[in-house]
Every structure is written in structure tokens, then in C-alpha cells.
């Protein structure tokens, strides 16, 4: 097995293992079509964000 030439300190230790466990980001419930939604996004589903058309959708 391979030996470490240097000890590695917690603190360098600890940097790699940050991203371990990273918490999945808040969904939020569109006011307007009910989708979930991330906070300070336009609503894939509708194109309405904070009350407003932002993105018109076609109708299909």
C-alpha cells in the first residue's frame, strides 16, 4: 500500500470532504400552477415569477 510522504492536516482533510453531504436545494410550490419550483426562479411550467409573466409559453 502507498505511505503518505506528509501528514495531512484536518483542516486540508476536512476541505475535500465538504461536498459530502450537501444538502438538495428548497423546492417552493408556484403560486399559479402549483409546480414545485426553485426559490428565485421563473416556474418552468408557466413562465410566472413573483406574480408576473416573464416567459411566454406556446400552446400545444
Request: charged residues 30%; hydrophobic residues 30%; glycine residues 4%.
Amino acid at each position: 500500500m502507498a505511505h503518505p510522504k506528509h501528514k495531512l492536516s484536518k483542516q486540508r482533510r476536512d476541505k475535500r470532504r465538504t461536498n459530502d453531504f450537501v444538502a438538495m436545494p428548497t423546492l417552493a410550490v408556484c403560486p399559479n400552477c402549483g409546480a414545485a419550483v426553485l426559490y428565485h426562479r421563473v416556474c418552468p411550467e408557466c413562465g410566472y415569477y413573483r406574480g408576473k409573466l416573464l416567459v411566454v409559453k406556446d400552446e400545444e
